[in-house]
């Protein structure tokens, strides 16, 4: 095995916690709150929760624990550790290095049009604050003022530039003033907020039925494809694929233990899903809504809500709320790996290299922020630029970025030669330790890269 380099005075986490704070708050964002309910309503309510949580395991999870891996071991975000770890694979080492190059890039375009909805859900919040949400008397007006809110160019340009200010504020102040700090902060906050929606929704005549429904066991909506839809939602939700959890897990400190670092970033973005979902389901059965999919959900349908039932305000106050932090701390993750990048490979101060890249992140979500109303027309077969951006990186370029980092952990560093480092200087126990690289072997090697093939697979046939 050979030694490697280390770097003289990187950043790092205060603590195991910092990591563990940080990942959760990458991991826990939009897509929790706002596609996890209404993916587990269409598919099958119970028997998709259960599929989900078995590619969490097979998957997920396994991934996850491959891409902190090798950014602890090389210490280097996706393009050095790639290139420090290979020195004896196959493929050149320019081969790893264009491909950790992919894997910060794509986290760059994640950033630029994530960006985009969550400064939509600045607007919200605002709106909410100032009791709008009271003069929507019907699904259908709210719908329109969603579609004329981004109907407008200024509205949503502004709110993407206040929202990509927030994060390069956050981000310059560095790992532990900045990222862990926020993290620690706004998470726990996130849960008090989020328990406080759930509890209003289930308190409401009707709610509890949306929590049923949420659990209900119904099979006819289960397919082939829920499989697919379970296992590309673990994927993106849990931010791997795009190198934030490479950068992460280079500031993780060789002293911990990296499946236990890990499990606690899986089971709190289940758990916040999960607690999402009944929050969610819960108002829109007091509402008496459907549970509409996409922008509609929470745009359109939960704000007609929040105006009607009592309380209201305060409730869309915290879901907005709750809503921007998630969205913050997994914007921070997705622009963290092109900044590391920067300062590891080039040599450039953090201030730099944040301002630099947020601004050139903003700039390329322009063309995102105005696919709903000035370029509105430019659809190519039907789909405006933020749909086929968000195609192209969420369904292609993320399980690309996840295999790769999968089959290196798996056949060109090797599980023999990289196992080793998964503990740090922790020894587990000899039972412990056997069954768990048994089975993570197994699922690196084999398991994963051939559910993610099918997740590409079925990405390039729809
Ligand atoms: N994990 C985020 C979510 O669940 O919404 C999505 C995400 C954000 C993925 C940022 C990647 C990323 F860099």
Same mark, same amino acid.
């Given at each position: ?161 206040? %929202? ?14 900045? =990222? ?41 909506? %289960? ?22 959890? =490479? ?77 921007? %932090? ?65 195609? =192209? ?70």
């Amino acid at each position: 095995m050979e030694p490697l380099e280390r770097q003289a005075q990187r950043e790092s986490w205060r603590s195991r916690i910092g990591f563990i704070f940080a990942g959760i708050g990458s991991a826990v964002g939009l897509v929790n709150i706002w596609r996890f309910p209404y993916i587990v309503a269409e598919n099958g309510g119970a028997a998709f929760i259960v599929v989900y949580l078995l590619c969490l395991g097979l998957v997920g999870f396994p991934v996850l624990v491959s891409e902190t891996l090798i950014g602890r071991t090389a210490r280097r975000g996706p393009v050095g550790a790639l290139c420090s770890l290979a020195t004896s694979a196959p493929c050149p080492q320019r081969f790893w290095r264009k491909t950790g190059l992919g894997i910060v890039i794509t986290g760059f375009i994640v950033s630029s049009f994530y960006s985009v909805v969550a400064g939509w859900m600045i607007g919200y919040l605002i709106e909410a604050i100032s009791g709008q949400f009271a003069s929507l008397n019907s699904f259908e007006v709210a719908a329109d003022q969603f579609k004329s809110h981004i109907g407008s160019a200024s509205w949503c340009l502004g709110y993407h530039f206040a %929202f990509m200010a927030l994060a390069i504020f956050v981000l310059s102040r560095g790992v532990r003033q900045g =990222i862990e700090s926020l993290n620690k902060f706004l998470m726990p906050l996130l849960v008090l907020l989020l328990l406080f929606v759930m509890g209003r929704g289930l308190s409401l005549p009707g709610g509890k039925a949306g929590m049923i429904d949420f659990f209900s066991l119904d099979f006819t909506g %289960f397919t082939a494809w829920t499989f697919l839809t379970a296992l590309g939602h673990a994927f993106f939700t849990l931010s791997l694929g795009q190198g934030t959890m =490479i950068t992460y897990g280079s500031y993780l400190s060789d002293r911990d233990n990296i499946p236990n670092s890990c499990f606690p970033i899986v089971f709190f973005d289940t758990l916040v899903s999960l607690l999402a979902g009944i929050a969610v389901l819960s108002i829109l059965f007091a509402g008496g809504e459907a549970s509409n999919q996409g922008f509609a959900l929470l745009f359109s349908t939960l704000p007609t809500v929040f105006g009607e039932i009592p309380g209201g305000q305060w409730v869309g106050i915290a879901f907005f709320l709750l809503v921007l %932090f998630a969205a913050l701390t997994s914007q921070i993750s997705a622009i963290e790996p092109i900044v590391n990048y920067l300062m590891d490979e080039k040599k450039w101060n953090r201030r730099s290299a944040v301002l630099c890249v947020g601004g050139a992140a903003f700039l390329v979500g322009v063309p995102s922020a105005l696919a709903f109303n000035a370029l509105r027309g430019m659809t190519v077969r039907g789909w405006n630029f933020f749909e086929w951006i968000s195609f =192209i990186t969420m369904d292609l370029f993320i399980p690309l970025g996840g295999l790769a980092a999968i089959l290196y952990v798996g056949w060109v560093w090797g599980t023999k030669r990289a196992f080793p480092y998964l503990y740090g200087e922790q020894i587990p126990t000899f039972r412990k330790g056997v069954l768990l690289r048994r089975y993570l072997s197994l699922c690196i090697r084999f398991v994963a890269p051939l559910a993610i093939l099918l997740i590409l697979l079925s990405a390039l046939i729809i």
